[in-house]
């Protein structure tokens, strides 16, 4: 089969294709014939060389694809029906895993970013049955491809983690992103008001027909001033940070009293600091989160069936051009999710 492989760190030129051999299912595994896949900046990373992986790697967390060979102890996938990826690999067995939070676990990893795991960048992947969700009557490949990591990390920092309430304030930084354009969606879903950031005019007008009350351009400078005016001084019940260090001080600004900070990326920066005068005396929360469970999956996947949540899709790549759509993504000119059409590659 064909599979998209980076053989060394460096830029997207490092992606080449090459010729793996198909792999056989396993007990309690399931061969998926990849029909999408979506590109996320875990991938970026990886072939960058920022995670330690032997090389050469085939990246890709997920995708959707249809069954194509069931291992033993398998129940619930049947060759040839429809199916979406949740990412997350862990033991199946402990107590995170039978509660449908899998990220908990601590032999947690994830699809296409762990050593010796390929990723949904090739033909076939081979991966737990337990890791596969029927696919819903009417939801294409490419809109699939894009809840596994976007979208179940929105749902799990809004509605697990946060605890959304209807009447909420909620800050969306970079709301024209993967992970942005779903939480926009979550959030005026259960009922809250929506603030968000995005780069330019253009994405921000993007942004209010999402559903955000208003976007601020956030190349004009700090947020926290704005979120302010926006809320009579009051500030944000909810706030995401997905990017880390660089505007973490800007974030904590921007939280009301009893707010709640959510966590979940690291690329500007791994290390801020937190006054934590201000924490305990505002009473706020600062809370992290990485992907999100089956059962986040699973609740994520039964809105965007029902219509409630649309998949923002920029632009779809053939298999082969990965390479292109990591520039793309790295340039940061698309709003909503990119996707790799590995069938027609």
Not at 117 to 122: F, N
Not at 126 to 132: D, T
Not at 193 to 201: E, F, S
Request: hydrophobic fraction near 45%; glycine fraction near 16%; charged fraction near 15%.
């Amino acid at each position: 089969m064909t599979a998209m492989r980076c053989g060394r760190g460096g830029g997207p030129e490092v992606l080449a294709p090459g010729t793996v051999a198909v792999p056989r299912p396993g007990p309690g595994e399931v061969l998926l014939r990849v029909h999408a896949a979506s590109v996320n900046f875990l991938d970026v990373w990886l072939r960058r060389g920022a995670l330690t992986l032997p090389l050469p790697h085939t990246p890709g967390c997920d995708g959707a694809g249809v069954a194509v060979a069931v291992g033993p102890g398998v129940s619930g996938v049947t060759p040839g029906g429809a199916y979406l990826i949740h990412p997350g690999l862990s033991c199946g067995v402990c107590s995170a895993c039978a509660g449908g939070q899998g990220q908990l676990c601590p032999q947690f990893a994830i699809l296409g970013a762990a050593p010796r795991v390929a990723g949904t960048y090739a033909e076939f992947v081979l991966l737990p049955g337990r890791n596969l969700l029927p696919l819903p009557e009417g939801l294409d490949m490419a809109a699939a491809a894009t809840l596994g990591v976007a979208g179940v990390t929105a749902w799990h920092l809004l509605v697990t983690r946060a605890r959304l309430r209807p009447g909420d304030t909620v800050l969306v930084p970079g709301a024209g992103g993967g992970v942005g354009t779903f939480a926009v969606q979550i959030a005026r879903l259960w009922g809250a008001r929506v603030l968000a950031t995005a780069g330019g005019a253009e994405k921000c007008q993007k942004v209010l027909k999402l559903g955000a009350e208003a976007c601020f351009d956030h190349s004009r400078g700090a947020v926290a001033p704005w979120v302010r005016e926006q809320t009579g001084g009051w500030g944000a019940d909810v706030v995401l940070n997905h990017t880390g260090a660089e505007r973490f001080a800007d974030d904590l600004a921007a939280l009301a009293v009893g707010g709640r900070l959510l966590v979940c990326g690291t690329t500007t920066g791994a290390t801020a600091q937190l006054p934590l005068r201000d924490l305990f005396s505002r009473q706020q929360s600062v809370l992290g989160a990485r992907l999100g469970g089956i059962s986040d999956l699973h609740a994520l996947l039964a809105r965007v069936a029902a219509g409630a949540i649309c998949p923002v899709i920029d632009r779809t790549f053939p298999l082969r051009q990965a390479g292109e759509a990591h520039a793309w993504l790295e340039s940061r000119g698309h709003f909503g999710k990119v996707v790799l059409d590995v069938r027609n590659g």
